[in-house]
């Protein structure tokens, strides 16, 4: 990790159904530090849903939207911020998460299938072959979430509570 990284911001990355909500909960709680769902902060700043803000604005209106939270999020300190899984596609927002300690939680699309698939507020996977459309994000993503992390946890295998000690063993102590 650089320096000039904020140490008391970390920052979750990775698909739809990696986890980021509970494990960003989580650690944060662990650490004291406030928690914020880069999802729910549109929601709430916008009085919609996702699907709602997909459906009027087009994922346009919505990346827009999110490129916005995301740079007003990133300058919290003593924060767990937990992001949308396609949050790492705008150059702009990627400097702006680098901004925090970056954690990639991966998930293979087999697992990211089982979480997800009878969810019906996620718009990019109200298709006819939700799985096909997690593999084509993976694809273009993956390479994505590899290059800005400082640290890759692969999900699916462990309890939450497990995935915390293994994020917290590899934390870089966290400044006061
Ligand atoms: C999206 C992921 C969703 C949400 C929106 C788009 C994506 O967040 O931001 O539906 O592009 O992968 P989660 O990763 O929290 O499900």
Known sequence: MSNDKEQTLIVLIGPMGAGKTTIGRLLAQRLNY?????????????????????????????????????????????????????????????????????????ASVDVQYERTYRDRHRPLLQT????????????????????LAD???????LSPKKMLQEILKQLPPQSP
């Open 151 to 157: 640290l890759i946890i692969v999900t699916g295998y």
């Open 34 to 106: 406030d928690f914020y769902d880069s999802d729910a902060v549109i929601e709430d700043s916008t009085g919609a849903s996702v699907s709602w803000i997909f459906d009027k604005e087009g994922e346009i209106g919505f990346r827009q939207r999110e490129t916005k939270v995301i740079d007003e999020l990133t300058q919290k300190k003593q924060a767990v911020i937990a992001t949308g899984g396609g949050a790492i596609l705008a150059k702009e927002n990627q400097q702006y998460l680098q901004r925090g300690f970056i954690i990639y939680l991966q």
């Open 128 to 147: 006819a072959n939700p799985k096909e459309k997690l593999k084509a994000l993976f694809d273009i993503r993956h390479p994505i979430y590899t290059q």
